[in-house]
């Protein structure tokens, strides 16, 4: 029998063909008895092999609870989720919680062996039986990863963003079909995590494996992910490839956290000539600004980002962030024009 199938920790369960690698229907999850507030509320998703999913939204969404249940370290309160069609068994189902074909990569890197070293946590995860490909592994890995220059380190001795390393070469090193990473980047210093982005995405070409994700930050995954799925309050807003999100978001929310867009009623929308019975979404980029001698917006706030500022306009009714990469800056209360050449109308 695979590995995969769960039929041999769950005997009612049947296989579903046709599904995704990872399918959840009505997944809920409370960490309370009375189920009166769920971590995890109603959703749906699937999950394709192969690919980079991240799961995103701000703290306390239900992110990493979902990634749980993904695993099987966690029982839903209701729904399931299967993988390859099967039923992900919990921890009332085996022994040792977490599923067979999947490897979890923690915030806390609490698996490691603080005190050993570098070589000696990676290679502690394959059996003495063969020796040499005990080594031959262990050297592969940790070259792929760029961290054997410190084979000989002790973990206490490296940084954050090198204990994430290891971490990930100590999961990967069994070939695992799906790696699990909560919060991956929070502790990589910003110039070492487009590298680690990339050697993430090499992984995933070179192997198949599939990646599932967990981040509080979205300009961390915009370019690294296949496909993101938006998590608020413990419910599934959005779910999507990056690029659809990003254009055509269909949750406020969503526009929001991506985009850092402007969010107007149709009061407030009425204000700059856009007729809407919805609320509508104004991404930053799509407003541009010019000094005029009288005008009623004006310059309230300008923010240095680098290469662009970051500006806020007013009306005394609606404010409005918008972005130039002009070294022109308006003066604060100097009088704008602006032309709005996007916006999205929420249904």
Not at 67 to 83: H, K
Not at 96 to 102: T, W, Y
Not at 192 to 199: A, E, I, N, P, V
């Amino acid at each position: 029998m695979a590995h995969s199938s769960s039929c041999q920790y769950i005997p009612s369960d049947t296989h579903v063909p046709g599904l995704a690698a990872v399918h959840a229907e009505q997944l809920s999850f409370s960490f309370h008895e009375n189920n009166v507030q769920f971590a995890v509320e109603n959703a749906s998703f699937d999950i394709e092999g192969g690919k980079i999913t991240a799961i995103i939204g701000e703290s306390g969404s239900g992110k990493s609870t979902l990634l749980r249940l993904i695993y099987g370290l966690l029982e839903p309160t209701s729904g399931t989720v299967r993988y390859k069609g099967w039923q992900i068994p919990t921890r009332k189902d085996k022994l040792i919680p977490g599923h067979d074909s999947m490897k979890l990569v923690s915030q806390g890197f609490d698996d490691l062996n603080t005190y050993a070293n570098v070589w000696d946590n990676v290679a502690s995860q394959l059996p003495n039986t063969d020796i040499k490909r005990k080594q031959d592994k262990t050297a592969e890995i940790l070259q792929r990863l760029r961290i054997d220059h410190l084979a000989k380190k002790r973990v206490a001795d490296i940084s954050g963003g090198e204990k994430q390393r290891v971490a990930i070469c100590r999961a990967l090193i069994n070939e695992p079909e799906v790696l699990l990473m909560d919060e991956p980047f929070n502790q990589v210093d910003a110039s070492f995590r487009d590298t680690l982005q990339q050697d993430i995405k090499d992984i995933v070409r070179d192997t198949g494996l599939t990646i599932i994700l967990v981040s509080h930050d979205p300009t961390e995954v915009l370019a690294l992910a296949d496909n993101l799925i938006v998590m608020k309050s413990g419910k599934i807003l959005d779910q999507n490839n990056p690029h659809v999100l990003y254009s055509e978001p269909s949750h406020p929310y969503t526009a929001l956290l991506l985009a850092k867009s402007n969010i107007l009623n149709p009061e407030q929308a009425q204000t700059l000539g856009i007729e809407s019975e919805k609320s509508i979404a104004i991404h930053q980029e799509w407003i541009s600004i010019s000094t005029t001698e009288e005008s009623s917006f004006f310059v309230k706030d300008s923010k240095f980002r680098g290469f662009y500022y970051e500006i806020l306009i007013s009306n005394n009714t609606v404010d409005l962030h918008c972005i130039t990469t002009s070294q022109l800056i308006p003066k604060k209360n100097q009088a704008v024009d602006l032309t709005i050449s996007n916006w999205i109308a929420f249904d």
